[in-house]
């Protein structure tokens, strides 16, 4: 398979890991890593699984948001919650899953649903992740 390239990201991470520094070649993010406490770390940076979450979130909204285009559907005081776990699975090897809140107030709920379903065909992050994790989509009433 091949991809027309129309952007391309690029971060660095340096120092330790979980526990380093990561930086944009654009300079838009420049952070501090620490691990959560809840893993053992200090918490006092930014950690990958939040980094994920705020990607996911951003490109689930608007793959959501071009779905309702299509159908005309009320966009109006939408969000999407992501919510990026880290765990241990079956095996022992560290996995993640995670959940996404969709909260469309101004969509039938079976609607939303099915907006859900099609954003989550279309979704970059979603498609990238399909087969590899866990993702549960919940429609917020």
């Known amino acids: 398979m091949s991809i027309k390239i129309l952007y391309t990201a ?8 979980r526990n380093g520094h990561v930086a944009t070649s654009d300079g838009r993010l420049d952070l501090d890593l620490a691990m959560p406490p809840a893993l053992g770390g200090t918490g006092e940076g930014a950690n990958p699984e939040q980094l994920f979450a705020s990607g ?6 608007s793959a959501l948001r071009l779905v ?4 005309d559907a009320d966009m109006n005081g939408s969000s999407v919650t992501a919510r990026v776990s880290i765990g ?3 095996q022992g090897a560290v996995g ?18 099915e ?11 979603s498609r990238a992740t399909r087969g590899n994790i866990h993702v549960d989509l919940r429609v917020l009433p």
């Open 115 to 125: 907006l859900a379903r099609s954003a989550h065909a279309v979704c970059p992050y």
């Open 10 to 17: 690029e971060a660095v991470s340096t120092g330790d890991g």
């Open 56 to 61: 996911y979130a951003a490109c689930f909204h």
């Open 68 to 71: 309702a285009r299509q159908s």
């Open 88 to 90: 241990t699975e079956d």
């Open 96 to 113: 993640l899953a995670v959940t996404l809140l969709i909260h469309l107030p101004d969509v039938a709920p079976g609607t939303a649903e």
